[in-house]
């Protein structure tokens, strides 16, 4: 069983720059797909960012250019660096884990944190 758990979230002005991270037991981040989900009230969850068992990463584009996926194997901590940040960035932020290789970015996710909450203020 692999738990993750996210954190770092909070409230910003747009334009700031917020670094959310996730840690995960159990298991070694290179042996799966991991990625940042969102999920605003009354909208249905959408992908962030994915990174592969090689460490090549995927971004929706939305945040292309603006957020950044990256994981310290040795720590089993994900991150995600959030810069130039948006009132529609706001949500709750997730990290999902999932064993295998394969498209990162069109899977079903096994293993779910339980979410950082990220508020950007115009």
């Known amino acids: 069983q692999v738990q993750l758990v996210e954190s770092g979230g909070g409230s910003v002005q747009a334009g700031g720059s917020l670094r959310l991270s996730c840690a995960a037991s159990?298991?070694?981040?290179?042996?799966?797909?991991m990625g940042w989900f969102r999920q605003a009230p009354g909208k249905t969850r959408e992908g962030v960012a994915w990174i592969d068992v090689d460490g090549r990463t995927s971004y929706a584009d939305f945040v292309k250019g603006r957020f950044t996926i990256s994981q310290d194997n040795a720590q089993n901590t994900l991150y995600l660096e959030m810069n130039s940040l948006k009132p529609e960035d706001s949500s709750m932020y997730y990290c999902a884990a999932d064993p295998g290789r394969g498209y990162c970015s069109i899977r079903d996710y096994k293993y779910w944190g339980q979410g950082t909450q990220v508020t950007v203020s115009s």
């Open positions: 159990a298991h070694s981040y290179s042996d799966y797909c």
